[in-house]
């Protein structure tokens, strides 16, 4: 997979899922959804990949995913039957942050 960057649009190649890159780390990273390697936008998914039933948790329209390090965030853009994972690790929904209370 070619260095994601902020703003960086990609597709998953077993089901429809799309996101948008919000914050990258440095390094490459391997980035699959439904256990398969994910494309760019405009790339045209291999022929003949199919989902894993292991990595179908599905994402979810407008939440953002984070990696376990937390320097690697994605926006989902089109929700779809995969999930998300990078390096082989499931990443997980962000919370929201918490307000101020106004006392």
């Known amino acids: ?10 597709r ?15 390094e490459s990273v391997e980035l699959s959804c439904g256990g398969a390697p ?11 990949a199919s989902l894993d039933p292991a990595a179908a948790g599905g994402t979810q329209l407008g939440k953002r995913y984070v990696n376990e390090r937390g320097d690697l965030e994605l ?7 995969g999930s998300l994972a990078c390096a082989g690790t499931a990443m997980t929904i962000k919370g929201a ?5 106004s006392d």
């Open 12 to 26: 998953s190649a077993v089901c429809a899922s799309e996101v948008m890159v919000v914050a990258a780390p440095k």
């Open 75 to 81: 926006l989902c853009t089109k929700p779809g039957e």
């Open 1 to 10: 997979m070619p260095q994601i960057k902020p703003g960086t649009r990609l």
């Open 97 to 101: 942050k918490p307000l101020p209370s």
């Open 38 to 48: 994910m494309c760019e936008l405009s790339a045209e998914p291999a022929a003949g």
